[in-house]
């Protein structure tokens, strides 16, 4: 089994553990409900918002996650038209993603994980939102070279000539393996850097989309279980823009993993119906649900850390340090400074999200 197919099957079983764990919390609260002191009327309008919320977001996520994938294959778009373009795309995306991971999840696990609410002598005494986010960079850090070191090896022991018969005919198969390797040796090599890159890139996609959909689940809940239609109105706007700039950046590497479409509509499929997924959940669970009870501001908050912390490592290692670092980029410094101020507006877009949409 490959890295790629493993990695696939374990986002597959993460992402379904993680749309089951409300399904565990429910009692044990130690403070009150947010949303508990609405009326009917009240509370049939707020159905009616997240009846909206999901086909919004749903829309939202599916235009942002296809289209980067739909540019890269559009005919009349030049190569180096494409390659700009291209660059433009990523560092918005990468700053959206960053911003995501800085200013939306992890404040809210620091939030959860030093909530009144907790033992003060447990979670009040360390700084455990930081720790899970540290740690799951470090994983994600550990995940990718260890993925990367397992193809190179494979890659090299394909790569071994088999010497079969005496001395003499071995001799001899040196000497053509000499003789050939000047002419497709350069070749060779391109071939093997190519699949590299790819399986980097197919890597990058799949932890990315993980980081992602850890985060759209918990806000997707979160949603559902609001019974306040003041507090969801101005969400549907917010999360909406939220999906599609997400979707942006997961798009545009899943585009450059080079996905037979089987494996990208699962990934799109994924993606698109996380959110929505969620808050269907959340208004299924909204009687017995307390996103005030001990269990669901652990749960919440330790998942939020590590999703945070994969973003902010995908966003800056594997995202911008790559591509700002690229020389095709530094060719042109209008391009690198166009690139700059994507990179800037997409981190500031997302930003201001948070101050409009609360998330």
């Known amino acids: 089994m490959s890295t790629q197919h493993f990695l696939l099957k374990i986002t597959t079983l993460i992402y379904f553990l993680i749309i089951l764990q409300p399904t565990l919390i429910f009692a044990n609260c130690t403070c009150e409900p947010r949303d508990n002191k609405y009326n009917h009327q009240a509370k049939h309008k707020a159905l009616s918002y997240k009846l909206i919320a999901i086909s919004s977001i749903l829309c939202a996520s599916a235009l942002g996650v296809i289209l980067p994938i739909l ?27 960053l911003a995501t991971g800085f200013i939306h999840i992890l404040p809210d696990a620091f939030e959860s994980l030093t909530s009144p609410c907790l033992s003060k002598e447990i979670w009040g005494s360390f700084p ?23 193809h190179s090896r494979a890659g090299l022991r394909k790569a071994q000539p088999v010497n079969i018969g005496d001395d003499d005919d071995h001799e001899e198969n040196d000497g053509r393996h000499g003789q050939g390797q000047g002419h497709d040796g350069p070749q060779i090599m391109l071939e093997r850097s190519n699949s590299s890159s790819l399986i980097r890139h197919r890597l990058i996609s799949q932890v990315l989309e993980l980081g992602i959909l ?18 969801i109105k101005p969400l549907i706007i917010a999360l909406s823009f939220h999906q599609f700039f997400e979707g942006m950046g997961l798009g545009g590497c899943i585009s450059q993993a080079k996905y037979k479409a089987k494996t990208i509509t699962i990934m799109v499929l994924f993606f698109t119906l996380t ?21 669901a501001l652990i749960v919440q908050g330790v998942l939020n850390s590590a999703s945070a912390g994969i973003l902010i490592y995908m966003a800056l290692v ?34 201001l999200l948070a101050k409009w949409g609360g998330t």
């Open 275 to 295: 959110t929505p997924t969620g808050i269907a959940i959340g208004m299924m669970i909204t009687k017995g649900y307390n996103d005030q009870s001990s269990a």
């Open 214 to 231: 850890v985060h759209s689940v918990i806000i997707g809940i979160s949603l559902g279980t609001t019974e306040n239609p003041k507090t």
């Open 318 to 351: 594997d995202l911008l340090a790559t591509d700002f670092m690229d020389p095709k980029l530094h060719t042109s410094f209008k391009l690198q400074v166009i690139v700059n101020v994507s990179l800037v507006l997409g981190a500031c877009c997302m930003s």
């Open 71 to 97: 540019l890269k294959n559009f005919k009349s778009l030049q190569k180096n038209d494409y390659s700009s373009l291209h660059f433009l795309i990523k560092a918005f995306a990468a700053g959206v993603i």
């Open 128 to 150: 455990f939102a930081g720790f899970f986010a540290m740690m799951s960079t470090v994983f994600t850090l550990m995940l990718e070279s260890l993925a990367s070191g397992y």
